[in-house]
């Protein structure tokens, strides 16, 4: 198996692994909200990108660069934490909290996330490795 070719498996992989835990946690947890709403609909791009990469489909690059991208800026609006979190993540944030008995009632923040950024570099590339392969959206 070539380098390059290892390097899309390895990226598919991440990219599956880490939206579709999202897609895991977003249909299992208790709490429904914004947050678990932007989760799951970031991890099924994120899925379909994955696919998009492991079937050689000529627009893989922008949906996952896309879906990386959309990681980056860290947005909570309710408790139910960041709206474009997915299952790995190394940010920083700076959030606000409202506690009622104990319980978060109310929360905001914004921040970045450095997984992103980093997952959107690797995708930029392997495209790169390859560019005969991929077709730019214009």
């Known amino acids: 198996m070539s380098p390059m070719r290892v390097a899309r498996v390895l990226l598919g992989a991440v990219v599956l692994a880490m939206a579709g835990g ?3 946690t977003a249909s299992t947890t208790s709490e429904f909200g914004a947050g678990t709403l932007g989760r799951a609909l970031l991890g099924m791009v ?3 990108g994955a696919v998009m990469l492991w079937s050689d489909h000529p627009l893989w690059f ?5 879906w990386s991208a959309l ?3 860290l947005l909570i609006v309710d408790p139910t934490g960041p709206l474009t979190n997915q299952c790995v993540h190394v940010g920083m944030a700076w ?3 409202q506690r009622i008995n104990g319980r978060i ?3 905001s923040g914004y921040g970045f996330n450095l ?5 959107l570099a690797w995708a930029v590339l392997v495209r790169r490795a390859a560019p005969g392969r991929t077709v730019a959206v214009r």
């Open 22 to 24: 999202a897609l895991l």
């Open 46 to 48: 994120g899925v379909v």
């Open 62 to 66: 922008p949906v996952l660069a896309a």
């Open 71 to 73: 990681q980056i800026p």
């Open 95 to 97: 959030t606000r909290a």
């Open 105 to 107: 009632t109310a929360a």
């Open 115 to 119: 997984a992103g950024a980093a997952l």
